[in-house]
Nanobody, 127 residues
């Protein structure tokens, strides 16, 4: 199983920032593309941002482009999502997942990932 421990979520005011962490459990992240996905109540999962395992290629959903930054630290077996200028529309449970699909765009847009969604971390943006 490819399992992750997501952390860093919480309650933040609009315009605030959070940094999410995705730590791999029982496997090494080096060989996989890693993505952040989110699910708001009553909505399907959507791809937020995905990052490659080698050349550093990234993909961002239009709704978060310029506000969120994805990065990875293979030495720590962890992927991060820095979220700035948060909006109420960003409220959701955030999950990370792994893929070997050809491109990061395909991973995020088509949600091609291994396994099933884990526990995630709750992000709530509200005044």
């Amino acid at each position: 199983q490819l399992q992750f421990v997501e952390s860093g979520g919480g309650l933040v005011q609009p315009g605030g920032s959070l940094r999410l962490s995705c730590a791999a459990s029982k496997f090494t992240l080096d060989y996989y593309k890693i993505g952040w996905f989110r699910q708001a109540p009553g909505k399907e999962h959507e791809g937020v941002s995905c990052i490659s395992s080698s050349d550093g290629s990234t993909y961002y959903a239009d709704s978060v482009k310029g506000r969120f930054t994805i990065s990875r630290d293979n030495a720590k077996n962890t992927v991060y999502l820095q979220m700035n200028s948060l909006k109420p529309e960003d409220t959701a449970v955030y999950y990370c997942a792994a893929s070997r699909i050809t491109t990061v765009q395909a991973m995020c847009v088509h949600k091609v990932v291994f396994g099933s969604w884990g526990q995630g971390t709750q992000v709530t943006v509200s005044s």
